[in-house]
T-cell receptor, first 112, second 114 residues
Framework: GEDVEQSLFLSVREGDSSVINCTYT??????LYWYKQEPGAGLQLLTY?????DMKQDQRLTVLLNKKDKHLSLRIADTQTGDSAIYFC????????????FGRGTSLIVHP | ETGVTQTPRHLVMGMTNKKSLKCEQH?????MYWYKQSAKKPLELMFV???????ENNSVPSRFSPECPNSSHLFLHLHTLQPEDSALYLC?????????????FGQGTRLTVV
């Protein structure tokens, strides 16, 4: 299986909350990231969480980490049409060169 | 603008052509990466350069040839490509060896092989 897994699509109504989920396999991951890719653009870091944290909040974004289940989620409150993009989960291992491993990305579609 | 610039943004090439993709960063980073993004596949790491030395080459076919002349520039030389090589090629840079290392991505080159 893949090292980082995400569902491919999520569709929500404007104003609702979006929850994007990710599972990973490397229990030694130190940092876990959420990147956002808008159409025609590269990936841009949205937020990250250190592996000794359970939760991190940053304005409309909430990241939850369940280290036991190796599950990471990104919650976007009050989702707007501008949030429509592909969201990538990524991890960096504890050793080696800290090269991030990415999932396939979840396409978030926000409709009015 | 992320500080990582890729040119060209779009490229159409025949299977017998030779072309090069260019990536430039002025963020003072010491690591640069090439990724391939195809539809319905995970983001694939192709090559990593750290301090201008190639440190990773993920079983990429020899028709892709990277070059890193200095820490600010990275090239991907292409020759005799196949239609399945059509994809978005993303360059990224980071300050490697830092634990929390954010990768900064360019906008990508959309490559179509005909």
């Amino acid at each position: 299986g893949e090292d980082v897994e995400q569902s491919l699509f999520l569709s929500v109504r404007e104003g609702d909350s979006s929850v994007i989920n990710c599972t990973y396999t490397d229990s030694s991951s130190t940092y876990l990231y959420w990147y956002k890719q808008e159409p025609g653009a590269g990936l841009q870091l949205l937020t990250y969480i250190f592996s000794n944290m359970d939760m991190k909040q940053d304005q409309r974004l909430t990241v939850l980490l369940n280290k036991k289940d190796k599950h990471l989620s990104l919650r976007i409150a009050d989702t707007q049409t501008g949030d429509s993009a592909i969201y990538f989960c990524a991890e960096t291992p504890s050793g080696g060169s800290y090269i991030p491993t990415f999932g396939r990305g979840t396409s978030l579609i926000v409709h009015p | 603008e992320t500080g990582v610039t890729q040119t060209p943004r779009h490229l159409v090439m025949g299977m017998t052509n030779k072309k090069s993709l260019k990536c430039e960063q002025h963020l003072g980073h010491n690591a640069m990466y090439w990724y391939k993004q195809s539809a319905k596949k995970p983001l694939e790491l192709m090559f990593v350069y750290s301090l201008e030395e190639r440190v990773e080459n993920n079983s990429v076919p020899s028709r892709f040839s990277p070059e890193c002349p200095n820490s600010s520039h990275l090239f991907l030389h292409l020759h005799t490509l196949q239609p399945e090589d059509s994809a978005l090629y993303l360059c990224a840079s980071s300050q490697e060896r830092r634990r929390n290392t954010e990768a900064f991505f360019g906008q990508g080159t959309r490559l179509t092989v005909v």
